[in-house]
């Protein structure tokens, strides 16, 4: 029987290679019925939710770092200085440099520039202040005061600093009938005239320019107390003249800055920390600032 030959196309058939083989078909993707019951919807709500309020919480918990990273605490680095108004020999606020009011201007400067080389700290009396600040000469004011009366600045919310309002004389007196010779625009003189207005008519007030007036009129005996904050009450006594054992009320000093100043907000928020953590407290004390009631009668012989 004669040998066959198969036809070359037959050969090629029946050999397999990779070039040959079948290519399979691809299914296409299908989502299966239900799948959006099988998704874990709540713990996924619960990690969003937990997100949302940590994040919240950072930014109450630190709103320094918001306000330190502010467009105008960026033009204060810029410069180089903050400019801080404060008192100008009043112990324990400051006085000869040291005292309470500075203290809380070279935390500031740790805080703006994380260091004091950039604070620079400008003695003013409440008169001086205003027009220091409306000069530029001062960014801020730390003082023994309130407020300007001033639409153009405002104050911080959180005090600084909270004292008695007392009577100074040679004796103590009732209140009634009594003269007495106040600071012209303090609280001082609020407190004077709503003590008038509310509960002893026959108060006599006389408003004064400034405490050497007001000390002349009571060594001549043309009043017969001064009234004042507690902590002037100290530099002013002299001998024979004592301050009245009931404080006539209460004063509280704050941070002053152009209205809208970011820096009123900063004080807010550096203020209630402080207050919080006890430094302020412990400042306070350093400077002889706290139960001052107990020493106020003490350093001078009747």
Request: charged share 25%.
């Amino acid at each position: 029987m004669p040998y066959h030959i198969p036809p070359i196309f037959a050969i090629i058939k029946s050999m397999e290679t990779k070039f040959n083989q079948p290519v399979p078909k691809k299914s296409k993707f299908r989502l299966r019925p239900g799948w959006q019951d099988r998704l874990p919807v709540r713990p996924l709500l619960l990690v969003a939710a937990f997100a949302v309020l940590l994040t919240l919480l950072i930014l109450v918990n630190q709103p320094r770092s918001r306000v330190l990273s502010s467009a105008e605490i960026e033009m204060v680095r810029s410069t180089g200085v903050l400019r801080i108004g404060v008192d100008d020999g009043i112990g324990g606020l400051c006085q000869n440099g040291k005292g309470l009011e500075t203290e809380i201007g070279l935390a500031l400067g740790e805080a703006v520039f994380n260091s004091t080389d950039g604070i620079t700290f400008v003695p003013c009396t409440r008169y001086s202040a205003l027009w220091r600040m409306y000069d530029g000469y001062i960014d801020l004011a730390l003082l023994s005061m309130r407020s300007f009366d001033n639409d153009n600045y405002a104050r911080n919310t959180v005090p600084f600093y909270t004292e008695d309002c007392v009577l100074m004389g040679y004796e103590e007196r009732p209140l009634e009938h009594l003269r007495i010779a106040v600071l012209n625009g303090t609280q001082s003189e609020e407190i004077a005239y709503r003590i008038l207005d509310q509960d002893e008519p026959e108060l006599v007030i006389i408003p004064c320019a400034d405490y050497y007036s007001m000390m002349v009129k009571l060594r001549a005996g043309s009043v017969d107390a001064v009234c004042m904050p507690r902590t002037v009450s100290r530099e002013y006594r002299e001998r024979g003249m004592v301050i009245y054992t009931r404080p006539i009320g209460t004063l509280s000093y704050y941070a002053i800055a152009p209205s809208g100043s970011i820096l009123l907000e900063l004080c807010d928020e550096v203020f209630t920390e402080w207050s919080e953590d006890g430094t302020m407290r412990k400042w306070q004390e350093e400077n002889g600032l706290v139960d001052l009631s107990d020493s106020s009668q003490a350093g001078i012989p009747d």
